[in-house]
């Protein structure tokens, strides 16, 4: 849901390179800010993902409704560790509803698709069933068509 932290781990994932120095690269290329910490520690990624379930769920989500956790912690034993098994390391947002509770986090998880950070991609919501999101990989040039699409 966030393109530096796609970067970052891409990066990581790809040239077995260390977070501190990818995290430098980024911000030599303009891909994180000087601060990077809103992008890094997972906070604007579940400030998107509060926007989107508020459209999905029609009602009114906050930012302080999501669990957050960013890639700060993240280093080479974890990348090597997941691509052992196939997998690469990405931050996802979760909504889920069950019954009357909410349900919504950004956080780490391990996925056996290779994405790289030069395709563009972000995470969009996709419909599992009416009571679950999922975010999805897919190009932010649809992520208003489906939205809008959802909530229809």
């Known amino acids: 849901m ?25 911000q030599e290329l303009g891909y994180a800010e000087a601060d990077p910490t809103a992008d890094v520690e997972g ?17 009114r989500i906050f930012f302080e409704d999501v669990t957050v956790e960013g890639i700060t912690k993240i280093d080479k034993t974890d990348i090597a ?15 889920a509803k069950r019954i009357k ?7 780490l ?17 996709q419909f599992i069933s009416k009571e679950m999101v999922l975010m999805m990989l897919c190009s932010m040039a649809v992520v208003r068509a489906v939205c809008q699409q959802a909530v229809l």
């Open 2 to 26: 966030n393109g530096t932290t796609n970067f970052i781990l891409s990066k990581m994932t790809d040239e077995g390179l260390g977070y501190e120095e990818v995290l430098k690269e980024a």
């Open 81 to 95: 560790y997941g691509k052992d098994f196939g997998y690469n390391i990405k931050l996802l947002g979760i909504a």
């Open 43 to 59: 906070l604007d990624a579940a400030r998107k993902l509060a926007i989107l379930a508020s459209i999905s769920f029609n009602r």
């Open 109 to 125: 998880h391990l996925y056996q698709f290779n994405i790289h950070w030069q395709q563009y991609v972000d995470l969009i919501m």
């Open 101 to 107: 509770v909410y349900h919504l986090m950004c956080t």
